[in-house]
């Protein structure tokens, strides 16, 4: 899985917002998109959500 959509809870949403554009460290559930509503064909639930070690890793198909 190269893109998922994240499902966060609200008290997740400043912490992720602060997140955008770096690496993350995500944990939740997996599970798969039905409907017009899901954007990617899997989706995760996440339960945590923190920003990786080495920022600087370059991700797949080059850093944007």
Do not use: C, Y
């Amino acid at each position: 899985v190269n893109e998922l959509q994240l499902l966060l809870p609200d008290s997740l949403w400043d912490r992720a917002h602060g997140l955008v554009g770096r690496r993350v460290r995500v944990v939740g559930t997996l599970f798969q998109g039905i409907s017009g509503h899901h954007h990617t064909p899997v989706l995760m639930t996440v339960q945590r959500i923190a920003a990786r070690s080495n920022p600087r890793m370059k991700l797949p198909g080059g850093n944007k």
